[in-house]
């Protein structure tokens, strides 16, 4: 299994970004698909979750700010992210539950990272 995130750069204070994290390879059901993020440093911070089921839970500091969505056809989470400020500078990492095609049980894949800039 591979996790693919894509969409970070560099963004204004107040601008938007919309991140993606793809999964591919042997899978057979998604669990919960998540969003976090590290700034330089500091230690890994979760920004936003998904269940199964839609329900979501994000960290206080992006509540009213970022939207975490997930498409199951595609495989994939979206974090939609507005309003940003210079303190979301980070590295972002979307994590993903996956039951692989293969059977046994539910394991935590990370993706690479993508790097968020937002200036002042």
């Known amino acids: 299994v591979q996790l693919q995130a894509s969409g970070g750069g560099l963004v204004q204070a107040g601008g938007s970004l919309r991140l993606s994290c793809a999964a591919s390879?042997?899978?057979?059901?998604?669990?919960?698909m998540g969003w976090y993020r590290q700034a330089p440093e500091m230690g890994r911070e979760a920004v936003a979750a998904?269940?199964?089921?839609?329900?979501?839970n994000y960290g206080d500091s992006v509540k009213g700010r970022f939207t975490i969505s997930r498409d199951d056809a595609s495989n994939t989470v979206y974090l939609q992210m507005k309003s940003l400020k210079p303190e979301d500078t980070a590295v972002y990492y979307c994590?993903?539950?996956?039951?692989?095609?293969?059977?046994?049980?539910?394991?935590?894949?990370w993706g690479q990272g993508t790097e968020v800039t937002v200036s002042s």
């Open positions: 994590n993903v539950d996956v039951l692989s095609r293969f059977g046994g049980r539910y394991r935590s894949y």
């Open positions: 998904i269940t199964t089921g839609g329900a979501t």
């Open positions: 390879g042997s899978i057979l059901r998604l669990g919960t």
